[in-house]
């Protein structure tokens, strides 16, 4: 018998460096979990009750592939409004499964074997992998602490080469919360037309930022001709079981995506793309809500990390802190996991987000208030005894 009936792409995947720290939390007691990446609330009643009267009224059948089109339509009035951006909603916008389903797509969709995505680290960390599933080679540019963890055009501009396709933003970014700015996704608009770069801009984290402006990228001149946007209801409407996300693109990659789709998936969940459809319609004061309390959480694990000495940027959106932990003495794994064996506080080692997260650990923020000031009373005892 063959040694092993998997294909190469799959042996040569790295497992995920977030799953190994959740499984190893998972066998203690009292464990306060700062590693969760999704939100902390239930999602809003009315969203819920929406999918349940779904299946209620025998909302249980397919969908078109692309989704319904009552909700492409809210999807790209709420683009428009929000954005200023214009899409098709017969031809330009799909639901997937999640920005996960919608990243399986367009790296299929688009990437020849061998081509690169130039990826600014560190960040979520299915990007590499799907690159990688998807036959392409993932090109990282770590993007630093000294500038606030934007990317740096000219970093970027460096790291292009003759196979380089794509362009992958991922903004507000998760680990770090960096919020890129109009000026710097000008200066990334211009390497990308200069070098016809496709861009990928995955926004789920458009609605989650605190004091800045979220800059949709293909609202930038000249960009939407050339960028997937790629957006979803898991984080701002706390909808991540629902599994609905999507992609708005120019009408000829989308129908490529929309061919795997029909092939892999078929549809999104009927009853989640009308709880989304609700969510749309009536799920804005809930943001509201959930971005005021992430605001409150936020201030209190800045404050509280930066006055232990564990220098920590001040995020700008999404729901993670990203401190240095260099005062420990430690390298992350090790912070990581000390701190989880002594302390039962759970982080994520920077490195599992990609080049440029060594020396610097994940704390989520999609936790209570209390639990928050409980880790950092733990965490204190940490460092008087490490640092
Ligand atoms: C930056 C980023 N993109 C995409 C996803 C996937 O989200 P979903 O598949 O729930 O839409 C996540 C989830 O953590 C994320 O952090």
Redesign the pocket.
């Known amino acids: 018998m063959r040694e092993s009936f998997l294909n190469q792409r799959v042996t040569n995947l790295k497992p995920s460096g977030i799953r190994k720290f959740f499984d190893i939390a998972a066998t203690m007691k009292d464990v306060i979990s700062l590693g969760i990446?999704?939100p902390d609330f239930t999602t809003p009643q009315p969203i819920s009750l929406a999918g349940i009267q779904a299946i209620q009224h025998g909302e249980t059948h397919y969908t078109s592939n692309a989704g319904i089109i009552e909700l492409r339509r809210a999807l790209t009035a709420h683009l428009e409004k929000m954005y200023g951006v214009s899409y098709n909603p017969d031809t330009e916008i799909m639901l997937t499964?999640?920005?996960?389903?919608?990243?399986y797509l367009v790296f299929n969709a688009v990437l020849e074997q061998g081509d690169e995505v130039i990826i600014p680290t560190p960040?979520?960390v299915?990007y590499q992998a799907e690159v990688e599933l998807a036959g392409g080679k993932a090109v990282e540019v770590p993007c630093r602490l000294e500038n606030n963890f934007a990317p740096v055009p000219a970093d970027i501009e460096a790291a292009i080469t003759p196979r380089t396709k794509v362009l992958f933003l991922?903004y507000p970014?998760?680990p770090t919360g960096a919020v890129a700015s109009r000026e710097t996704m000008e200066a990334l608009a211009k390497v990308a037309q200069k070098h016809d770069l496709l861009v990928i801009s995955?926004e789920?984290?458009d609605r989650l930022v605190y004091g800045f402006q979220h800059v949709c990228f293909p609202s930038i001149p000249g960009m939407q001709e050339r960028t997937i946007l790629?957006g979803?209801?898991?984080?701002a409407y706390a909808m991540?079981g629902w599994?609905?996300?999507y992609a708005a693109a120019p009408a000829e990659i989308l129908k490529g995506m929309l061919r795997i789709h029909q092939y892999t998936v078929m549809s999104a969940p009927t009853m989640s793309q009308l709880a989304a459809l609700e969510a749309l319609k009536t799920g804005e004061p809930f943001v509201r809500e959930m971005v005021s309390e992430y605001d409150r959480r936020r201030q209190l694990i800045v404050g509280g990390l930066n006055s232990l000495g564990l220098k920590t940027f001040e995020p700008r959106g999404?729901f993670y802190a990203f401190p240095q932990i260099t005062l420990s003495g430690l390298d992350e794994e090790t912070f990581a996991e000390r701190l989880l064996h002594e302390e039962h506080v759970a982080m994520v080692p920077g490195s599992a987000f990609g080049t440029g997260g060594e020396g610097f650990v994940r704390c989520s923020y999609a936790t209570s208030y209390e639990k928050i000031e409980e880790a950092l009373r733990r965490l204190e005892r940490f460092m008087r005894r490490v640092g």
């Open positions: 990446g999704e499964v999640g920005v996960s389903e919608a990243l960040c979520f299915s991922g970014n998760n995955d789920i984290y790629l979803g209801f898991s984080k991540t599994r609905i996300g999404a």
